[in-house]
């Protein structure tokens, strides 16, 4: 029996356990169990290969457009990872590694209004992320706290709430959507791309010091990250669209529904993720080791492996 049947009977069942807890059920069973093994079986032993070239720690950078389905992509790859090839994995969510919301009202008062939102670059803590890093690669392996951020208070939890690591993971994915993200020249910067940078951003000193945050502090961060694995969305326009479907389920999950984003909300909110988006479609189909290349309907029309 080929590695592949042999890995696929052993996880079909945790995969379609979790795809249910997901709440996915837009698809049959049978579509489910063709894209375990057209899909995210072959993306697993191509991780698994690269963690072997490497004989130490493999870093991970996940990333694709808003809505795209990264979380649960990156839980079906963690299934597959452990339970199959038997590897210590860990998913770091880049959202949990936002800065609290009185640090972006700081931002808000001495840099620009907009930085009260978070999402772009710059409002995320990369000492944090630099410290997990490291702490991750460093000889002798101790436990460490990873944040956690709740996105309906719109503020990071309390360290009784974090998250601790207590063995050093061989395979590390770093999950987010401007992971990889890489910066723009100034004549782009200098345009505005939609209503809110042409009338909130004037002067152009969100954009600009956003980009000097890509050109600097997360060129840094994502110099650490092996390979990127990117989910290239068909257009922005599905970015809105997979938005909305996923503010729906978060407020089925969540009792403050006042919290929860309405459709006006979501269409300003993905204003300040269009510039980076749109640009990482264009970098990364090139630059990533692999792309999912996503059809309309969310499925995965090809895989691309570079390496």
């Not at 093994?37 to 694709?64: A, D, H, M, R, V």
């Not at 590390?172 to 004549?187: D, F, H, L, T, Y």
Request: with cysteine.
């Amino acid at each position: 029996m080929k590695k592949t049947e042999v890995c696929f009977l052993k996880v079909k069942n945790d995969y379609l356990k979790f795809l249910n807890k997901e709440k996915i059920f837009n698809k049959s069973k049978a579509a489910k169990i063709k894209s375990l093994k057209k899909n995210y079986i072959p993306i697993s032993f191509w991780i698994e290969n690269q963690y072997k070239k490497k004989g130490k720690t493999l870093f991970l950078g996940f990333s694709g457009g808003q809505g795209a389905g990264k979380t649960t992509v990156t839980g079906i790859l963690e299934i597959i990872l452990r339970k199959y090839f038997k590897r210590k994995t860990q998913t770091i969510s880049i959202d949990n590694f936002y800065k609290t919301l009185e640090e972006r009202k700081k931002m808000s008062r001495n840099i620009h209004p907009l930085f009260k939102t978070r999402g772009v670059p710059g409002t995320h803590d990369v000492n944090l992320i630099k410290k997990f890093i490291y702490f991750v690669k460093k000889n002798k392996f101790k436990k460490i706290a990873i944040p956690k951020f709740d996105k309906v208070s719109d503020d990071r939890l309390g360290r009784k709430f974090w998250f601790n690591i207590t063995k050093r993971p061989e395979i590390v994915i770093i999950e987010g959507w401007c992971v990889g993200a890489k910066p723009q020249s100034n004549s782009l910067i200098s345009k505005p791309i939609n209503i809110l940078e042409r009338f909130e951003d004037k002067g152009m000193f969100w954009r600009k010091y956003v980009n000097q945050q890509l050109k600097t502090e997360y060129k840094k961060i994502f110099s650490k990250i092996d390979h990127f694995i990117f989910m290239r969305v068909p257009n922005f326009k599905m970015v809105f669209k997979w938005r909305l479907l996923q503010e729906s389920k978060l407020r089925k999950k969540s009792h403050f529904y006042k919290k929860i984003m309405s459709y006006s909300e979501i269409k300003r909110f993905i204003m300040f993720y269009q510039r980076i988006t749109l640009q990482m479609i264009k970098d990364l189909s090139k630059s990533a080791s692999v792309v999912m290349l996503l059809k309309k309907n969310h499925e995965i029309k090809k895989i691309i492996f570079r390496t």
